[in-house]
């Protein structure tokens, strides 16, 4: 009975072959309710990606370096209807003279070079599936985006953190110390990506501490960012959407200002997405807004 | 370029490297019109907007070169000329009749021999030292990596790129100095030093000797990638003495250069490559004469992969037979004859065993006392094997259908057509059958035979699939694994084998191990589609890996059976069987079986 509770809630099928009967017999835990309560989204029959975004200057810059993009669509498939969802957060590197030329180049060329792969598929009724695979599209992509800024913008960097979903498959593109995340209802939270800095290297090579890590000098420095090097080698990765759960992506004016048990809790408290990304941006403006803040939240319903 | 003629003497005639700050040119010199003289022009742009900057550019190359004409080393090409055309410098250098290193290593297929590397180690230190004994100052090298060291027609390492082209480049804040991935921890704080120069050597053998490039990982990786757990080959004293050059503090590595070459020169004794006695140095770890358990002969080569069930194991060979034998110790119990080879793994469901032949027949058999129950004609030979689910046999045959059998009928509720034969094993997940075929075409066919999805491969399937919750896995002979998402066929990614492939991965953690025609085991990460090693026997791996417990095991045609430690490829042991292996291997209670085409089924300690 409960099952079906949750295989309604959650629009799951049931499924044959789940071998994890001993979880679902337990009574609920209190997460567990609020969860559910939190969770009191309608159902769809269908899929159903939605997403909403923030972004502020913050308290202390002039300039806007980040840039921000959020598009959700639907995709026809050789097996009906699916959900399509770009994410894409860039933040200009501080102190360069193009910083905001370069993370709005970056998106640009991200999104036009994935955009160009499925235009036939989201504007056409395109069938059988591609040569291509999602990492192949996201790897040429951020490729294209790096020829695209040491052509426009020369000198200058940018970070980028890019998440293309497809039915439940996020695909994430990701250089620089802009985060993704994954944020559950039960309050926990997994950065889903690792930053390109050298303050995060030297941490997990344990040559500082975290405490040591927050005043560390060189904390801005990056060892990979679009625009920059020779050889640009992305983390590229697929992982499945968290169900119930909500993708985040960030640049670090969110996640270096505001603790992570507080963005959980304004992510999961909030009544509607929109709600949470601003609740998002204020929570980082009301800590001293050092820098831009750029935040976008998606979700994957039914 | 080519045909221009710079300052009336130097004639373009090619591209030969193109770089941060510019390209590099071959040209002859016009001064010497009745020879061919060669030289290299190395052009560098100079972009600062501001003149005062540019002007202070051009003097501090112009220091530079002039220091540089005043060096004298074999392994150091010799200055001829330098010369600014408007906002370009231009450098003139010998021409290195060579390849650089970084093109070796990215042509060679497999790994550079030890010896090879350690005689350019050697050189490398040789020059290092003179450049850091320079006086009245010490010249840093500072940008030690494959590109800039050529070895040239002697086989002898020519140091070019003299990091000149540094001046060039005004101090980018909030990015890292210098070439990532070769350099050491200090550099990045901007000190250059006699020993930043020795972690780059380091960092330059390792690539090297492992074909991993350490601009592509994460920076000060290496002690978490010591060069023996991606080639083998590699000895414990070479390793130690990288580990050294490559410590994250100066003062544990080595002092000096001159101290780094002494320790190689150990490393060449030890090994026995001072005196070039040995043309290769492999010292792999032989399995201690391995005994097999036992042994028992058929009565012809044995393709397939066996199945255990209650102390009893079961295999077919191309005797025709599918054979009972006690799994503890080798007794025949008994033997079925179809009326051709048997290569497909037997399923066994409810007391019985289903297997295909190439007698065309899906047989079931009774495990206990090998009777035959009932027989499936299709109207092709059978490679594939059956997958029992849903009360039915799903099998593929040679005629071009997917059969799904009935068990408690014996006849066929549903064929599925396909564009070819199919040989590859059905593979059922979340409601789905999923089957290749041999035109490339792929299906996911639900339980009333209906088609799902496809996808198209650019060759053959013949791999079967393996999956989880998100993903599905099969390879191709197009050479290539496969990554799709189970539910709509779209592919995640696709991993590029050296050669085709129709060996069936498998799974554990985040990996997924799979063999190709290439001789290699490759185990890929199953996120990011990146290798994480490959291990490489001496022919074609067509058989599935297996994992049990921390251990690998896999058959290759080389006839030999491996045992490698899953996350690293480390050779635990092999068994050499005296025909090929083109099965996969089954382990169960601490021991493996395999059969060979040396009509022989073995069983070993695990
Ligand atoms: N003297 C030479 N003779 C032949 N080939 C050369 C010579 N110098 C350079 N090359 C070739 O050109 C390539 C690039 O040269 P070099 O490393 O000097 O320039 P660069 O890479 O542009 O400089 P930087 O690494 O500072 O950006 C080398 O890897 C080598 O293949
Ligand atoms: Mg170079």
Redesign the interface.
């Known amino acids: 009975m409960l099952k079906k509770f949750f295989d309604w809630l959650f629009g799951r099928k049931p499924?044959?072959?789940k071998t994890q009967d001993v979880t679902q017999t337990a009574p609920l835990t209190e997460e567990q309710i609020q969860a559910i309560v939190n969770n009191q989204n309608p159902h769809f029959d269908l899929q159903q990606l939605i997403a909403s975004c923030g972004q502020s200057v913050g308290k202390q810059r002039e300039l806007n370096e980040d840039s921000l993009l959020a598009l959700t669509a639907t995709m026809a498939?050789?097996?009906?209807n699916?959900p399509f969802g770009l994410y894409i957060v860039a933040d200009g590197?501080?102190?360069?003279q193009f910083g905001e030329v370069a993370s709005n180049a970056a998106i640009r060329a991200v999104a036009g070079h994935i955009l160009k792969k499925f235009h036939p598929y989201l504007f056409q009724v395109k069938t059988?599936?591609?040569?291509?695979?999602?990492?192949?599209i996201m790897l040429e992509a951020v490729r294209d985006a790096q020829r695209i800024i040491q052509r426009e913008a020369?000198?200058s960097?940018t970070t980028l953190t890019a998440a293309l979903v497809?039915?439940?498959?996020v695909?994430v593109a990701h250089v620089g110390d802009s985060r993704a995340y994954f944020v559950f209802p039960d309050g926990r939270i997994d950065p889903i990506t690792r930053d390109h800095s050298?303050v995060k290297?030297?941490e997990?090579?344990g040559?500082i501490t975290p405490e040591e890590a927050v005043n560390y000098p060189?904390r801005?420095?990056?060892?990979?960012?679009l625009g920059?090097?020779?050889?640009l080698?992305p983390?590229?990765?697929?992982?499945?959407f968290p169900q119930p759960g909500y993708l985040m992506i960030c640049s670090d004016g969110l996640w270096g200002v505001v603790a992570e048990q507080d963005i959980v809790r304004s992510v999961v408290d909030a009544p509607s997405l929109q709600r949470a990304c601003q609740n998002l941006v204020s929570a980082a403006n009301a800590a001293g807004g050092p820098d831009n803040i750029s935040v976008i939240l998606a979700q994957l319903i039914g | 370029m080519a045909g221009v003629t710079l300052v009336n003497r130097y004639s373009i005639q090619d591209v030969i490297g193109v770089g941060g700050m510019g390209s590099v040119y071959r040209a002859r010199d016009m001064h010497f019109p009745n020879v061919t003289k060669l030289v290299a022009v190395k052009e560098m742009i100079n972009s600062a907007p501001d003149p005062l900057v540019r002007q202070t550019i051009v003097q501090n190359f112009e220091r530079e070169a002039n220091l540089l004409a005043t060096l004298n080393h074999p392994s150091i090409p010799r200055i001829n000329d330098y010369f600014s055309l408007d906002s370009r410098s231009y450098l003139v250098l010998d021409f290195v009749h060579g390849k650089d290193m970084e093109a070796i290593i990215s042509d060679t297929n497999g790994f550079l021999p030890e010896e090879q590397v350690l005689g350019w180690a050697v050189e490398l230190c040789d020059v290092l030292e003179y450049l850091h004994r320079h006086k009245p100052d010490p010249i840093i090298f500072r940008d030690m990596k494959p590109s800039n060291v050529m070895i040239n027609s002697n086989g002898d390492i020519v140091l070019v790129d003299f990091g000149i082209a540094k001046t060039f480049q005004t101090g980018i804040k909030g990015t890292m100095i210098g070439t990532e991935g070769y350099s050491p921890p200090e550099q990045y704080r901007g000190e250059a030093t006699p020993s930043a120069d020795i972690y780059a050597l380091g960092a330059t053998i390792h690539h090297a000797l492992t074909r991993r490039d350490p601009r592509l990982e994460p920076p000060f990786s290496f002690a978490e990638r010591p060069l023996r757990r991606i080639n083998t080959a590699v000895s414990t004293e070479l390793e130690a003495v990288v580990a050294r050059a490559l410590e994250y503090n100066p003062e544990s590595r080595f002092p000096t250069a001159a101290d780094m070459k002494q320790a190689l020169l150990g490393v060449a004794k030890k090994t026995g490559a001072l005196g070039r006695m040995k043309t290769q140095t492999t010292p792999i770890t032989q399995a201690g004469g391995i005994k097999p358990l036992w042994a028992f002969k058929c009565e012809d080569e044995v393709r397939g992969t066996p199945t255990i069930h209650q102390g009893a194991l079961y295999i077919g060979s191309y005797d025709n037979n599918l054979y009972a034998l006690n799994a503890a110790d080798g007794k025949f119990q008994w033997k079925y004859p179809a009326d051709g080879g048997i290569v497909s793994r037997p399923a066994l469901y409810d007391g019985n065993i289903y297997f295909g032949s190439e007698d065309k027949r899906l047989h079931v058999v009774s495990a206990r006392s090998g009777k035959v129950v009932w027989t499936y004609y299709t109207e092709g030979p059978i490679r594939s094997s059956p997958r029992i689910a849903e009360g039915h046999a799903f099998i593929g045959s040679d005629d071009g259908y997917l059969h799904a059998v009935n068990l408690n009928s014996g006849r066929a509720s549903w064929r599925f057509e396909a564009a070819d034969a199919v040989r590859s094993t059905p593979f059922v997940m979340n409601d789905l059958v999923y089957i290749g075929c041999e035109t490339g075409d792929y299906y996911a066919v639900d339980y009333r035979g209906e088609l799902k999805w496809r996808f198209h491969a650019k060759r053959a399937i013949t791999s079967s699939t393996v999956g989880s919750a998100n993903t599905i896995y099969f390879t191709s002979v197009d050479a290539t694994l496969y990554a799709l998402d189970p539910k709509n066929g779209w592919p995640l990614w696709r991993f590029r084998l050296g050669k085709p492939s129709i060996s069936t991965p498998c799974i554990i953690d985040d990996f997924v191990f799979v063999g190709a025609a290439d001789g290699f085991i490759y185990a890929v990460d199953a996120r990011n589609s990146k290798e994480v090693w490959r291990y490489r026997t001496e022919h074609q791996v067509n058989g599935s890996p297996v994992i049990y417990k921390d251990s690998l095991y896999c058959g290759s045609v080389d006839g030999n059976l491996y045992c490698l430690e899953y996350r690293t490829g480390r050779l635990r042991w092999k068994f050499a069987t005296q025909g090929a292996i083109t099965g996969s291997p089954l382990v169960y209670d601490d021991i493996v079986y395999v059969g060979s085409t040396d009509h022989q089924v073995y069983a070993l300690l695990a």
């Open positions: 499924s044959p072959e498939g050789n097996s009906g699916l590197m501080g102190g360069h059988d599936t591609m040569d291509e695979s999602f990492q192949e020369p000198g960097g497809i039915g439940q498959q695909t050298l290297r030297l997990e090579l040559h060189h801005n420095v990056l060892y990979r960012a920059q090097g020779e050889l080698d983390d590229i990765f697929t992982i499945a």
